[in-house]
């Protein structure tokens, strides 16, 4: 992780920008406009980003496909990416998902929104992670048997 982590800003708007800056402000956030798949392949190169943030828009094949090619990059595999809709495109959360985002929001999005969700995806999946130690005896029993004998 660099000294000062990255968030690139693909089309977010103007609201959602000033809440990146107040959630992240020891981070540098670079902000990017008019972004395609094709000019990602081209243009931009986001291999130093901790989390990478793209605005919603109307056609949501282009939001896809910025999706799919952000996580085909090289380096990009475990690069937090998150996508906004706009009210209303709720519908597209799970196209989002499936096409590679690690999290979808509606917006507005608050500051402290985005800093638990940066949280949680920086902590990645880790199956069970809520139960762990459930299976522990509460107490001290001194007639268990924890199996093996020594």
């Known amino acids: 992780m660099p000294d000062r982590p990255k968030v690139i800003a693909f089309d977010v708007d103007a609201d959602s920008l000033s809440s990146l800056r107040q959630a992240f402000p020891d981070w540098q956030i670079e902000a990017v406009s008019g972004a395609t ?11 130093d980003a901790e989390l990478v943030v793209v605005g919603s828009r109307p056609d949501l094949t282009e939001v896809l496909s910025l999706c799919r090619g952000l996580r085909s990059q090289v380096g990009r595999a475990h690069t937090a990416l998150l996508v906004l809709v706009t009210p209303g495109q709720e519908t597209q959360v799970q196209a989002t998902l499936d096409a590679g985002a690690n999290g979808c929001r509606v917006l507005p999005v608050h500051a402290k929104d985005l800093a638990r969700i940066a949280a949680q995806i ?5 199956p069970g992670r809520h139960t762990l130690g459930l299976d522990r005896a ?3 029993d001194g007639w268990r048997d924890d199996g093996g004998e020594g």
């Open 138 to 140: 509460q107490r001290e």
């Open 37 to 47: 798949a094709a000019t990602l392949k081209r243009d931009w190169n986001p291999s």
């Open 122 to 126: 920086r902590q990645g999946n880790q």
